[in-house]
């Protein structure tokens, strides 16, 4: 079983920076593919980003891409994954969840995730 705990939300006002981590515990592998995904209220949750077990792959929405960047730290016994949010507009309000998935080429694919995190509140004030 694998825990993902989401950190780093809350209320900022547009063009502001906001960084996301997502700490993994329990029966966790570096291999595995970590993606952040988004929703907001009355819409259907959608892929943010991605980044491979390696780390050397990344992927992107296309409305946040040079906006945002993911990362993860595998060294850490926390095997942590960040997203970084910079020039945030109000249209980036949403929870935002972590998850897992073992098969990288799905990354994009909510129902492929075998492990969420509760989410991160992130308002966007204009």
């Known amino acids: 079983q694998v825990q993902l705990v989401e950190s780093g939300g809350g209320v900022v006002q547009a063009g502001a920076s906001l960084r996301l981590s997502c700490v993994a515990s329990?029966?966790?592998?570096?291999?595995?593919?970590r993606g952040w995904f988004r929703q907001a209220p009355g819409k259907e949750r959608e892929f943010v980003a991605a980044i491979s077990g390696s780390g050397d792959n990344t992927y992107y929405a296309n409305s946040v891409k040079a906006r945002f960047t993911i990362s993860r730290d595998s060294d850490s016994a926390k095997n942590t994954v960040y997203l970084q949010m910079n020039s945030l507009k109000p249209e980036d309000t949403a929870v935002y969840y972590c998850?897992?998935?073992?098969?990288?080429?799905?990354?994009?694919?909510?129902?492929?995730?075998?492990?969420w995190g509760q989410g991160t509140q992130v308002t966007v004030s204009s």
């Open positions: 329990g029966r966790t592998f570096s291999t595995s593919t």
């Open positions: 998850g897992e998935i073992n098969t990288e080429i799905y990354f994009q694919y909510a129902r492929y995730y075998n492990y």
